[in-house]
Each structure stands twice: as C-alpha cells, then as structure tokens.
C-alpha cells in the first residue's frame, strides 16, 4: 500500500512590515528663477562599473547641457591591465592603475569614457562627478512664451529631532483623545523648465528645498516612508523694470506611511510527499 501524505502542524513565525498609520498630503510651494543674473545648479552623479576587457571605448556619462563645469573622480578597483584609460570630451585625459582614485577639475565638461584595455575579465570601478550647471547666457521669455516645467528628481527624508518626534494630543472625528508623535520631512530636488525664444530651445533646472510637518501615529522604533504620487507645476513670466523672472507654482500629492518590522506567528502544515504510484497514461 502506498504511504498518504504526512501533514504536521506547527507554530509558524514571519517578520513583516506593520503599518502603523498612513496619510495622503497635497503640499504646495513656489519657486523663482531670477532672469536677471547667472544662474548656477550643482549637481552629484556617482555610479559603477563593470566593463568586459576590450580596446574598446564606453561612455559613463555625458550632456547636451552647454557651460557644465566639474570634478571627475574615478576609482579602479579591478583592471585588466593592472590600469585604465579615461576619456574627457573625446580625448584622453589620464589613467588609473588598480586600487587607486584620481581626480581632475574640467571648466567644459561634455561626457566621460573609459577604456579596459585588452586581457581577460573585467574591469570593475566606481566614478563620481560633481556637476556645475552654468547658466551664462540665459534666455529671456515673454508673457506669450509657453513654458513647460518637470520634476527632475525628488528626495523626501524624515529630519531627526533632538529629543525625539515630539508627541501632541488630539481629538479625532469621532471624538476620541488620540496621542500622534510629529513628524519633519525635508522634501528637496529639481524643477527643469523649457521654452522656445527666436526659435532656440532654452532649458533651465532650478534647484527646490523646503520643510513640512505631519502628525501621524510613529512611536519609536518605527520608519517613516514618503513616496511623491503626484506632480503639477504651473509657471509664469513676471516682469519688473528690467527685471524678468519665471515664478513656478508647484503641487504635489504624495503617501506618507510610518511603518515597523513586526513578527507575527500563525498555525501552518508542513507536508511530505507520498510515494509516487508509478501509473502508466493508456
């Protein structure tokens, strides 16, 4: 006789993210982009690689963006031949040997190449860049331009207090006395803006930071995570004198969630397998 199926029950336990609370919030805020003098956006680009050893050139990096000025820092950690070459611009600007991090400031800065060299493997790396933006020669809109802005990137982070999220008694809808902690979020990123004038595309990034309070149910020991879900910018050409500026008026919608690894225990089987019975398909 075949063996059935064996199930034993047991006491299971699963670490699992608990929600303690989660919020959706519309934040508005503005920013101004004065016309009347050089602008300047910085910017960090860091990244890896991992390239097959080849004589071959690979770009990293590289821009459209006119007057981008900046430090170029490389690290090798493997090479093919114990080095790498580094392009700047389309040409070489120096090598790395294995273990080492060179650096160098260039005042044009179009793209970033590396070069393995021949041999067997990889080459492995990391290269950081450190961006200046250099908006010298800076386009004038009208009233009539149509100015098109987007979010270039968005970071959201919870602002340590010093003693702690600081806690604040409240009555909620149904009148219940509830104890919420309050939480900072420093919300800070990009706005890119474009618009056509005499028939030349001019593109502009304008750099954003601001702080905001919520009160939500985040004991210690819990997490804050904020994701943007939404975007909308609406921009306008203001002109004083001989003064122009581009004032954008942003809102996003974003979900706020304070959250904890908890473990929970529930009851569950686990099986073994009978024998297999050997059957023939006719």
């Known amino acids: 006789m075949n063996k059935q199926v064996q199930i034993k029950n047991e006491e299971l336990c699963l670490k699992v993210p608990k929600v303690f609370d989660w919020v959706t919030r519309e934040s508005k805020f503005q920013v101004c982009l004065n016309l009347g003098k050089p602008f300047v956006a910085t910017d960090q680009l860091c990244g890896n690689f991992m390239l097959e050893c080849s004589s071959n050139i690979n770009r990293l990096w590289h821009t459209d963006i006119v007057n981008v000025s900046g430090t170029i820092s490389i690290f090798l950690e493997q090479g093919c031949s114990k080095s790498v070459d580094i392009f700047v611009n389309g040409s070489f600007a120096f090598s790395v040997g294995e273990g080492e991090t060179r650096s ?8 970033l190449e590396v070069r393995c060299g021949n041999g067997t493997g990889f080459c492995i790396g990391r290269y950081c860049l450190n961006i200046h933006y250099q908006f010298k020669e800076i386009c004038i809109p009208n009233q009539k331009s149509i100015i098109e802005c987007h ?15 600081r806690k604040e008694t409240i009555s909620s809808l149904n009148g219940v006395i509830v104890t919420l902690q309050e939480v900072i979020l420093l919300k800070k990123g990009y706005i890119s803006i474009e618009f056509k ?34 975007f ?4 306008i050409v203001r002109t004083q004198g001989n003064c122009t500026c581009i004032e954008i008026f942003v809102t996003i919608c974003q979900s706020i969630e304070s959250i904890a690894d908890v473990i929970i225990t529930f009851d569950g089987t686990i099986c073994s397998p009978r024998e297999d019975l050997n059957l023939t398909c006719e």
């Open 232 to 235: 909308r910018c609406f921009p």
């Open 151 to 165: 979010l270039t990137e968005i970071e959201c982070m919870e602002v340590p207090q010093e003693n702690g999220r």
């Open 104 to 111: 160098r400031t260039v005042d044009s800065l179009r793209s």
């Open 197 to 230: 004038e005499n028939g030349k595309l001019c593109k502009q990034v304008i750099p954003f930071e601001f702080i905001e309070t919520v009160l939500l149910c985040a004991p210690n020991g819990t997490r804050i995570e904020c994701e943007i879900t939404a």
